[in-house]
């Protein structure tokens, strides 16, 4: 079983969840914005794939912050960002057997469909 962390709106996590479901592959989904998510897991997502990956840089809700909160940002900041605006989490993040992998390229693909071989 995959546990699988996105936004219930977001495309990309629509594409994943149906691509899941049509490889029959057992997973759980996780609004971060109506379950949220904590530091200590975004910590360890961000240990395991490094935050720089982890930080979504391109949304409306990076260019949203203040000036002051993407100034100089480092893991700490990055991290806390992250649990009070689940939007800046990259997505989707998969955690299977294997670890954590984030986005939905062919390489995560690949990467999903070996650890539910």
């Known amino acids: 079983m995959i546990d699988i962390y996105g936004l219930r709106n977001c495309d990309t996590c629509r594409k994943a969840r149906a691509w899941l479901a049509a490889e029959g592959i057992g997973h759980r989904f996780h ?3 109506t379950d949220g998510v904590d530091l200590a897991t975004v910590t360890r997502w961000a240990a395991a794939v490094g935050w720089e990956k982890l930080l979504n840089r391109r949304g409306t809700t990076w260019r949203g912050l203040a ?3 993407r ?3 480092d ?3 990055a991290s806390a960002l992250m649990v009070a605006h689940p939007a800046l989490i990259k997505r989707p ?3 299977t057997g294997g670890g ?3 986005g939905f390229g062919p390489d995560v693909r690949q990467s999903v469909g070996r650890t539910t071989a």
Request: charged fraction near 45%; charge should be negative.
């Open 31 to 33: 609004d971060l914005r």
């Open 93 to 95: 993040v998969f955690e």
């Open 67 to 69: 000036d002051a909160d």
């Open 75 to 77: 893991e700490a900041r």
């Open 71 to 73: 100034d100089g940002v």
């Open 100 to 102: 954590v992998l984030v």
